[in-house]
């Protein structure tokens, strides 16, 4: 149990469908991540999030739209993906502030694009 | 341009032997490194954190030491265990930023029974 939660763990969508990932901190946090993971490759940061707004989007294509309501959730709504975007996508979670933050990872959502 | 890397991106170690897993980065401005352990269908778990004012750290059957002349991380997993095989991520925090992490590609560790 990392005090991360992430749903669901795994999800094959179609190119033309709209589906959501899910994430849920209970540490308290006020600062959360989504991370792209292929194989073969580093992690990718996707979006950050600190006391509810966005901070950071590293270039992302429009077709991945996050959400985060309070600071303790965060979605990813996916539509129009292409089978390229199959990998997996971690939530992360930290004290917003000064470096040396460490950031706890949930255990992923497997998206698979068909 | 800015980059946190490993040396090998594999590493195979006898049971019970000592393992050594290495990062390099590029930047002198980080201030606070990571270590995280994924485990295969899961996310990865941190294990153990050093910052830029300090050149070792022991935690319980790890050591992270830190060369800054050099840009270098290291992971010393002493009496390696087959619960130990898992791929191994060094990170960076880029202190001037907020507390973004940087991560390497990471290296996979097995353990021979």
């Known amino acids: 149990e990392t005090g991360v939660t992430q749903t669901p763990r795994h999800l094959v969508m179609g190119m033309t469908n709209k589906k959501s990932l899910k994430c849920e901190q209970h540490?308290?946090?006020?600062?959360m991540y989504w991370y792209k993971q292929s194989a073969k490759k580093p992690l990718e940061l996707m979006f950050v999030y600190n006391f509810k707004e966005q901070t950071e989007n590293n270039s992302v294509p429009s077709r991945f739209s996050p959400e985060c309501p309070n600071s303790s959730h965060l979605f990813l709504h996916l539509h129009t993906l292409q089978p390229e975007d199959s990998a997996l996508y971690l939530c992360?979670?930290?004290?917003?502030?000064?470096?040396?933050?460490?950031?706890?990872f949930g255990e992923g959502s497997w998206l698979t694009v068909v | 341009g800015e980059s946190v890397g490993l040396h090998l991106p594999t590493l195979s170690v006898q049971e019970g032997d000592n393992s050594i897993i290495n990062c390099a980065y590029s930047n002198s401005a980080s201030d606070y490194f990571i270590w995280y352990k994924q485990e295969s269908g899961k996310g990865p778990q941190f294990i153990i954190d050093i910052r830029s004012n300090m050149d070792k750290r022991q935690g319980q059957r790890v050591t992270v030491l830190l060369n800054k002349t050099v840009k270098h991380l290291s992971l010393q997993i002493a009496a390696t265990q087959p619960g130990d095989s898992a791929v191994y991520f060094c990170?960076?925090?880029?202190?001037?930023?907020?507390?973004?992490?940087?991560f390497g590609q990471g290296t996979e560790l097995s353990v021979k029974p």
């Open positions: 990170a960076e925090n880029l202190g001037n930023q907020g507390g973004k992490l940087i």
């Open positions: 540490l308290g946090h006020n600062a």
């Open positions: 992360a979670s930290s004290q917003a502030g000064s470096s040396g933050n460490t950031i706890y």
